[in-house]
């Protein structure tokens, strides 16, 4: 039995499944979820943002770990909060892997098939392999409502580039604040030289401000608002996936737009920098097929 701990947004939780999925479909074992860190809504540290779980908007196969499950590997979290970090101190765990204590892909694969699984496993090369298993898992159990269809049609008509800004948590966050509008605007110049009639919709948690600041001249620009969101983002998602073409932040909800996506002419532009304090020239979250600016 394979144990993923859920943590963070819809975008990393993907993530975090995916790790899971290809280490249990590698050992031909069951896939299981700890989602309580996402059901815990204590106080916590400075900027941590409350995310529910929302993976229950797929077709995934996994089921929920109980607590009894999880105890095999470690110190579930439930109950009283002070408590759980006590009893962390003096439990010992069993075949838990963390995510940085594992630096490359083979040291990914090496781990057992009964293990519990604590990071954000953000390398596609954890689980390429299996991409067709996972975009079964990641189709949406319930169709788009019929207010969104339109939209959607009008998406999928045009020779459609999905832009999408990622702003609220990320205004000033120390780690993640790092791009501006000259990333969009040379990304647009990389999709002008294509000499093809596009046209953007640009996608935000803030279309206001989008609708304020990015304003190039010359193309066609569509804002999708966020009447089209849906309860937990699924909307959003699947409009994004309606596009034709990509210009993402660094962010893993719409990265998983546009790797799901499966049109065979799909381009996408991404930024080459993650994080702020990355050492790398490019980030491995980032295809090597993926255009970087």
């Not at 309580?36 to 196969?61: G, M, Q």
């Not at 089209?228 to 034709?244: I, V």
Request: positive net charge; glycine residues 4%.
């Amino acid at each position: 039995m394979i144990i993923t701990m859920l943590q963070g947004g819809m975008g990393n939780q993907m993530f975090q499944y995916a790790a899971g999925l290809a280490l249990a479909n590698r050992h031909r074992t069951a896939l299981k979820l700890d989602i309580h860190y996402l059901l815990d809504t204590s106080r916590r540290y400075f900027r941590y943002t409350h995310r529910p779980y929302a993976l229950d908007v797929f077709n995934i196969t996994a089921t929920i770990a109980s607590p009894s499950e999880i105890s095999m590997f470690t110190v579930p979290r439930v109950g009283n909060k002070y408590l759980y970090h006590l009893r962390k101190r003096f439990v010992k765990n069993r075949n838990v892997f963390r995510e940085s204590e594992l630096p490359t892909e083979d040291d990914f694969f090496r781990i057992p098939s009964d293990a519990y699984l604590e990071g954000y496993w953000q390398r596609p090369t954890y689980f390429h392999h299996i991409r067709e298993l996972l975009r079964r898992e990641f189709s949406f159990r319930e169709p788009l409502p019929e207010f969104c269809l339109p939209m959607w049609e009008t998406i999928k008509n045009s020779n459609a580039v999905c832009v999408v800004f990622r702003r609220g948590d990320y205004v000033g966050h120390p780690q993640l604040d790092i791009l501006n509008l000259d990333y969009y605007h040379a990304a647009i110049n990389w999709y002008r030289a294509k000499n093809e009639t596009m046209t953007y919709f640009v996608f935000s948690d803030d279309i206001p401000w989008c609708q304020a600041n990015f304003r190039p001249t010359g193309i066609s620009i569509q804002f999708v608002d966020q009447r089209y969101t849906g309860p937990k983002a699924e909307y959003y998602l699947q409009l994004m996936m309606a596009c034709k073409h990509y210009i993402i932040p660094n962010s893993t909800y719409p990265w998983w737009a546009a790797w799901l996506n499966d049109h065979p002419e799909k381009t996408v532009v991404a930024p080459r920098k993650w994080f702020k304090n990355q050492t790398t020239e490019r980030n491995p979250i980032v295809p090597d097929t993926w255009i970087t600016l």
